[in-house]
């Protein structure tokens, strides 16, 4: 048996030791991505939610009403899932993306003095998912059901956007 | 023992060289990670999206003249539900409507005075 080289089987064990220890330290600095994905994560979907919105308030014609006032002032919670979910959900390739939505709409009751909340749309349920929200104003001229006591007046639209 | 063999010597030192450039670049990464981090940290504190939707609806207003309702119906869900503090008139006496508005949420204030030439 060749008894030289055992210097040289040492170096190798300590340099392996070495790289090992090295390429943990670049992994583990390396590891402070996840919570800034979940910020981008987080504006990316703030944004998205919002410019939809924006365009649900912008009215097909001058003097028509936007589709966000038409589906509140008419109640009608399917006809705004209609309008939002293709503006968030549709993906270039013509699959669908998985983001769900609530909606509420917050207005000024001057009897109570206090502000009001009607549950719009809540078809989805929330399980503490990373969440954004995104608000708009709406004016609803007259309101009809369960949107009934907004008659010539302003409320505030939130919506609570996850991924599923 | 055996005798020390002097070769390959530059193979070691290339060795510690590389290592040495891959830590630096790993500080690299890592340093543009906290910058995405407070860039995007930044954007989502910037009231941008309520300042464009406040002013665009005053706007739309300004058309109906400002029914005196929807003044402190904005205000009032605007400090219960986004805990911004939102002002605004609408000065009629002059020669053209001049609407002056305030927003403030604690960190971002916003004033503006605006008039249609």
Redesign the interface.
């Known amino acids: 048996m060749n008894d030289s080289g055992q210097l040289y089987t040492i170096e190798g064990v300590a340099a392996a030791i070495m790289m090992v220890i090295t390429a943990y330290l670049v992994i583990s600095s390396a590891s402070i991505f996840t919570p800034q994905e979940k910020h981008v994560a987080q504006m990316q979907l703030e944004q998205l939610g919002h410019d939809a919105l924006v365009v649900m308030d912008t009215p097909r014609e001058n003097g028509v009403q936007s589709n966000l006032s038409d589906a509140i002032s008419s109640d009608k919670p399917e006809w705004f899932k209609a309008n939002y979910s293709p503006l968030i959900n549709t993906r270039t390739d013509g699959t669908q993306d998985t983001l769900n939505y609530s909606m509420s709409v917050f207005y000024w009751d001057s009897d109570t003095d206090s502000t009001k909340e009607i549950e719009f749309f809540n078809e989805w349920d929330y399980h503490r998912e990373n969440a954004a929200k995104v608000t708009q104003w709406a004016y609803i001229e007259s309101g009809t059901d369960r949107t009934a006591v907004l008659q010539d007046t302003i409320v505030l639209v939130e919506v609570l956007l996850w991924r599923d | 023992?055996?005798r020390l063999?002097d070769s390959g010597q530059w193979i070691v030192m290339m060795?510690f060289i590389v290592?040495i450039a891959?830590?630096l670049l790993?500080?690299v990464?890592?340093e543009s990670?906290?910058v995405?981090?407070t860039t995007?940290?930044s954007?989502?504190e910037f009231p941008k999206?309520?300042i464009q939707?406040?002013r665009s609806?005053l706007m739309?207003?300004t058309w109906l003249e400002l029914?005196p309702?929807?003044q402190?119906?904005?205000a009032?869900?605007?400090l219960?539900?986004?805990n911004a503090v939102v002002r605004y008139q609408l000065d009629q006496t002059g020669e053209v409507p001049i609407l002056y508005i305030h927003y403030n949420n604690g960190i971002t204030q916003y004033n503006e005075i605006y008039f249609e030439d």
Request: hydrophobic share 40%.
């Open positions: 023992m055996a063999n060795g290592s891959i830590f790993a500080l990464v890592a990670a906290i995405g981090k995007s940290e954007v989502l999206t309520d939707d406040l609806e739309n207003l029914n309702n929807y402190d119906d904005i009032k869900i605007s219960e539900r986004k």
